[in-house]
C-alpha cells in the first residue's frame, strides 16, 4: 500500500494514512479519525449562515449579516434587548429602553401616578395614594387584591380594614407555610423600597378574628397554593437585612381545622427602617415628619418640623394628671407632639419649669443652685399664636407676661447659631447625665424660622443616646438650627405622629426596654403641632 493513490477508501486496507490522498473524510471508511490525515473538518456553523460559530455575534441563530445595533457584541436576534448596552441596568427582566426605572428593580412596571415613571425610582409617585399616615388618610382606598392592591405612599404605612367582605379570597395557603390554612378572605398591601432595610408590621384584631400576615415577593397563585412568601406571622411580623424592591403584604384570615374562618376587622401598621437613609411623611402644608436611623453606631432620630405661616401652631399643654403624649394629643387636635416640661412624677406630674398656656401660667422655672451657690437661670421659649418662637434666659420663680405661650428647658443646646450644651449663658453642663448617652428631646428654630420638634431614642436597640453635648452639635450640623433648647429625656423622650403607629407613637421610647412604639411614659405636658 506504500503507493497506494486511489482515491476511494472503501477499499483501503493499509494500516497506515501516510500516503492515504483520499481529500474528503465523508467518504472514508476507517473509523478511528485519529489516524485520518485528511484535512481538518471545517469549524462548526451551528445556525448555518456562514459563519463560523467562534466568529459569530449570535451562532445559535441565523444572523449571516452580524447585525448588532446596539454594538454590545450580542447580534440582535440572540439579544433580548437589540437597542440597549446595557441591556437591563437592574435585572428586572425589563429592557432599559422600555423600563420605567431603568436604574431602580421594577418588575411590575408600577406607576402609581401614571406619568411614566416608576414608582421604585419616583419621588412624587406618592402623591395620590391613600395612607391613614400623613396627609393622604382622606383619599379613597384601593380594592386590595393582587391585581389592585392597597399601594403604599411611603411607610410607616397604617390601614383599618376587615377580611370580612374583601374582594379577593384567592390564597388558601402559602409556600413559606404551606401547613397552616388561610382559606378565608384576604387584603393585599405592596410596597415599593429604592434602599435595602428592615421591615417591621404590627396587626390588632379583635376576638373571634385571626388574621395573619404574610410578606412576599414577586408572589404567583396556583391551585391556591402562594408562592414566594418570604415570611409568615400573626400579629408581629419582623424581617432585616432585605434588600430594596417590590414587596407585597397579605392580611388573610386563618381557617381552622374545622374549616371555620376566622375573618374579620384588623388594624394594620408596617415599616420600611432603611439604615442611613431620611424617611419623611408629609403631615399637612407646612409640615413633615422625618426619620432617620443610622447604622454606625446606631440612632434613631424623629423630626418634626413646621412653618407656622402655613396656618399651623405650635400649641404647649398641662396634661390631665399625668398622660402619655399619644393620649394627650386627640383632645389637642395635633398633628404631632413631644414631650415637655420636667416633672414631679409623684405628685400628679406637676410640671417643674415654666408652662404658659394661652396665657395661663401653670408653673415657673425652679431654682437650680450650682456648687458655688450661684442661683442658676434657666433657657426658655415663648412666642405668641402662630409666631416664631423666641428664647431667653429666665431666672427661677419668674413669669414671661408678654407670650402666651412659653415652655422651660434645660439644656440649652444651640444659641444664636452655636452649639454648646449650657448650664448657663456660655458655660458647658458639667452633670454626669448630660455626659452620659441619653434619650433626649428638643425644640428648636431653624435658619428658614421653622419649629422643629427632636426626638434621639436610646436604651433600647433602636439606639443608645447621646450626651448633651452630642445632641446640641447634631441639631447644628444636621439640621442647621439656629437656636434650640432640650426638654425633658430619658424614659420620657415620646414623638407621636396620630394615626402613623397603632400606638400613635412613632418613636422607640424606652421604658419597656424594647425597640419598639408601645414603651411610652405617662408625663406632665407636651408640645403639639397642630
Known amino acids: 500500500p506504500a503507493d497506494d493513490d486511489d482515491s476511494?477508501?472503501?477499499?483501503?486496507?493499509?494500516?497506515?494514512?501516510?500516503?492515504?490522498?483520499?481529500?474528503?473524510?465523508?467518504?472514508?471508511?476507517?473509523?478511528?479519525?485519529?489516524?485520518?490525515?485528511?484535512?481538518?473538518?471545517?469549524?462548526s456553523d451551528l445556525d448555518?449562515?456562514?459563519?463560523?460559530?467562534?466568529?459569530?455575534?449570535?451562532?445559535?441563530?441565523?444572523n449571516a449579516n452580524q447585525q448588532d445595533l446596539d454594538g454590545d457584541g450580542q447580534g440582535d436576534p440572540c439579544d433580548p434587548c437589540p437597542s440597549d448596552n446595557p441591556n437591563d441596568s437592574d435585572g428586572d427582566g425589563v429592557c432599559n429602553s422600555a423600563d420605567n426605572c431603568p436604574n431602580n428593580a421594577n418588575p411590575s412596571q408600577a406607576d402609581a401616578d401614571g406619568d411614566g415613571d416608576g414608582d421604585a425610582c419616583d419621588s412624587t409617585s406618592s402623591s395620590n395614594t391613600y395612607n391613614l399616615c400623613g396627609a393622604n388618610?382622606?383619599?379613597?382606598?384601593?380594592?386590595?387584591?393582587?391585581?389592585?392592591?392597597?399601594?403604599?405612599?411611603?411607610?410607616?404605612?397604617?390601614?383599618?380594614?376587615?377580611?370580612?367582605?374583601?374582594?379577593?379570597?384567592?390564597?388558601?395557603?402559602?409556600?413559606?407555610?404551606?401547613?397552616?390554612?388561610?382559606?378565608?378572605?384576604?387584603?393585599?398591601?405592596?410596597?415599593?423600597?429604592?434602599?435595602?432595610?428592615?421591615?417591621?408590621?404590627?396587626?390588632?384584631?379583635?376576638?373571634?378574628?385571626?388574621?395573619?400576615?404574610?410578606?412576599?415577593?414577586?408572589?404567583?397563585?396556583?391551585?391556591?397554593?402562594?408562592?414566594?412568601?418570604?415570611?409568615?406571622?400573626?400579629?408581629?411580623?419582623?424581617?432585616?437585612?432585605?434588600?430594596?424592591g417590590e414587596y407585597w403584604l397579605f392580611a388573610d384570615s386563618w381557617t381552622s381545622g374545622a374549616g371555620v374562618e376566622y375573618a374579620g376587622a384588623f388594624e394594620l401598621a408596617y415599616e420600611w427602617l432603611a439604615p442611613d437613609q431620611w424617611n419623611e411623611v408629609p403631615l399637612a402644608a407646612g409640615a413633615s415628619w422625618q426619620r432617620l436611623r443610622t447604622s454606625s453606631p446606631v440612632q434613631t432620630y424623629n423630626v418634626i418640623t413646621a412653618d407656622l405661616s402655613q396656618g399651623l401652631e405650635l400649641q404647649p399643654a398641662r396634661h390631665s394628671g399625668c398622660q402619655t403624649v399619644a393620649a394627650a394629643a386627640p383632645s389637642i387636635g395635633a398633628l404631632a407632639g413631644v414631650n415637655a416640661n420636667y416633672f414631679q412624677a409623684g405628685s400628679g406630674c406637676s410640671t417643674t419649669d415654666l408652662l404658659r398656656v394661652d396665657g395661663v401660667l401653670h408653673s415657673t422655672n425652679g431654682s437650680v443652685v450650682d456648687g458655688a451657690g450661684t442661683v442658676l437661670s434657666q433657657r426658655s421659649a415663648g412666642w405668641n399664636g402662630n409666631g416664631v418662637p423666641s428664647f431667653q434666659w429666665l431666672n427661677p420663680g419668674s413669669d414671661w407676661p408678654s407670650v402666651a405661650d412659653a415652655v422651660g428647658g434645660y439644656p440649652s443646646l444651640v444659641e444664636g447659631g452655636t452649639p454648646l450644651a449650657a448650664v448657663q449663658p456660655g458655660q458647658q453642663v458639667w452633670s454626669s447625665t448630660d455626659w452620659t448617652a441619653n434619650p433626649r428631646t428638643a425644640l428648636g428654630v431653624n435658619a428658614a424660622g421653622h419649629v422643629v420638634l427632636v426626638t434621639v431614642d436610646g436604651r433600647t436597640a433602636a439606639g443608645s443616646g447621646l450626651t448633651s453635648s452630642s445632641f446640641a452639635n447634631w441639631l447644628s450640623t444636621e439640621l442647621n438650627l439656629i437656636n434650640a433648647i432640650g426638654l425633658d429625656g430619658g424614659g420620657s423622650t415620646t414623638a407621636v405622629v396620630p394615626d402613623c403607629w397603632l400606638s400613635d407613637t412613632v418613636n422607640f421610647p424606652s421604658d419597656n426596654s424594647l425597640p419598639d412604639h408601645w414603651g411610652a411614659r405617662s408625663v406632665g405636658s407636651g408640645l403639639y403641632l397642630r
Open 48 to 62: 448555518g449562515d456562514g459563519i463560523v460559530d467562534g466568529s459569530d455575534n449570535c451562532p445559535a441563530t441565523s
Open 8 to 43: 476511494s477508501p472503501a477499499d483501503d486496507d493499509d494500516s497506515s494514512p501516510a500516503d492515504d490522498d483520499d481529500s474528503s473524510p465523508a467518504d472514508d471508511d476507517d473509523s478511528t479519525p485519529a489516524d485520518d490525515d485528511d484535512s481538518t473538518p471545517p469549524a
Open 137 to 244: 388618610a382622606s383619599l379613597s382606598r384601593a380594592t386590595g387584591t393582587l391585581s389592585d392592591p392597597i399601594n403604599a405612599p411611603w411607610t410607616p404605612f397604617v390601614d383599618a380594614n376587615s377580611t370580612s367582605g374583601a374582594a379577593q379570597d384567592l390564597v388558601d395557603r402559602y409556600d413559606c407555610a404551606p401547613g397552616t390554612q388561610e382559606h378565608g378572605p384576604e387584603v393585599v398591601y405592596r410596597f415599593v423600597t429604592s434602599a435595602p432595610g428592615d421591615f417591621r408590621a404590627e396587626l390588632i384584631d379583635g376576638v373571634g378574628v385571626d388574621i395573619d400576615l404574610h410578606l412576599a415577593q414577586n408572589p404567583t397563585v396556583s391551585g391556591g397554593l402562594l408562592s414566594g412568601c418570604i415570611a409568615r406571622a400573626h400579629e408581629t411580623l419582623e424581617v432585616t437585612n432585605l434588600p430594596a
